[in-house]
């Protein structure tokens, strides 16, 4: 069998049968393992990689953004359980050909995200690369002990909500692979693409909250990781896709070039928004900003409503 015919999923899912977590500690499946402490903490750890080619163009990134971005991106998996930050580990795969200036700019973009989110860089490794250029970072995070929030928990009756515009770093994507002329919308959304913002503050906010129920990050595209909920909590959902929250400049976009904006808010990935579902009680007292697009119900698929259902969300092989 092909690694194309397994799929991404599919292997995990084999990895997953090999091993098996110790009592207490959630291994494979959720965006962090969750290991608890004697402190009576959790410890959260996620682990994500960048390779030349397929997550980044090296003609058109500019370094400090790749640094920026390789940082938020694990970032963004602690976000998604509720926790807040510790550290990070990074682990370079560096071309022989790849110029200093250009390695120190990455650094500098990995510093000013890791000290917006006093998230210091704790150890990592460098060796060369014959091939594209890697870069590997581990992020560990801590939570209040049992409160990360899981993509496991959710509950028949809750709204599945989202807590901004989805679709942004998609459109900016199409701007940077089209080449088209860049405009100051454009240079919104090619920004949102390599200047994604983990949203730590909001995932602790929604942790303390005991109606939210499961959460994660959305990296590959709601449409795609709202299944990883629904398969991990054994539930279906219905999601109405005229109330998927979509910024200006992307409607705008995707007006002048003849684009479907839903496939990119859907399907896109690389939002780093939050994806959560919530008791509807509990929405009211919500202090984070949200959008309800639709409800957990019974059953193990999603009912689309609002347009056509092929909707799928970024697949690696
Ligand atoms: P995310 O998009 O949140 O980074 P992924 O979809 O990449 O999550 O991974 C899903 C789950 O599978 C996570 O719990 C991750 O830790 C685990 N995982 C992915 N690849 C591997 C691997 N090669 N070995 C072990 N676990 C893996
Ligand atoms: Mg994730």
């Known amino acids: 069998m092909s690694l194309k015919e397994l799929g991404e999923f599919g292997l995990i899912e084999r990895i997953d049968g090999l091993f098996k977590a110790p009592l207490g500690v959630m291994g494979i499946g959720d ?5 608890p402490q004697s402190s009576g903490l959790d410890t959260l750890v996620s682990t994500d990689m960048l390779i030349e080619g397929s997550h980044f163009l090296l003609s058109d990134v500019k ?9 938020a991106v694990n970032f963004s998996d602690v976000a998604g359980m509720g926790g807040s930050l510790q550290g990070s580990w990074l682990s370079l795969g560096l071309p022989k050909d790849l110029e200093a200036e250009w390695m120190l700019s990455f650094m500098e973009g990995y510093k000013e995200i890791s000290d917006l989110f006093h998230c210091p860089l704790l150890g990592g490794d460098t060796t060369t690369s014959l091939g594209p250029l890697c870069i590997n970072v581990g992020v560990m995070g801590v939570c209040e002990h049992g409160k990360a929030k899981l993509r496991s928990d959710a509950r028949v009756g809750d709204l599945v909500c989202v807590t901004g515009m989805l679709g942004d770093a998609a459109a900016g994507l199409h701007v940077i692979l089209s080449g088209m002329e860049r405009g100051s919308q454009e240079d919104y959304l090619v920004s949102r693409h390599y200047r994604p913002m983990p949203q730590i503050q909001k995932g602790l906010c929604l942790a303390k909250s005991d109606g939210v129920h499961a959460m994660m990050d959305i990296s590959d595209g709601v449409a795609s990781d709202l299944r990883h909920i629904l398969k991990a909590s054994g539930v279906g959902a219905s999601i109405d896709t005229s109330r998927i929250p979509m910024s200006e400049a992307l409607r705008d976009l995707a007006l002048k070039s003849g684009k479907d904006p839903l496939r990119w808010s859907l399907s896109g990935g690389e939002d780093y928004e939050l994806l959560f579902t919530a008791d509807p009680a509990a929405l009211k007292d ?5 959008y309800v697009i639709g409800e957990i119900l019974e059953g193990s698929d999603v009912k689309w409503s609002g347009s056509d259902n092929d909707y799928l969300g970024f697949r690696h092989f």
């Open 63 to 71: 370094p400090k953004d790749l640094g920026w971005k390789s940082a």
């Open 286 to 290: 919500l202090e984070v900003e949200h």
């Open 31 to 35: 965006d962090c393992s969750v290991m």
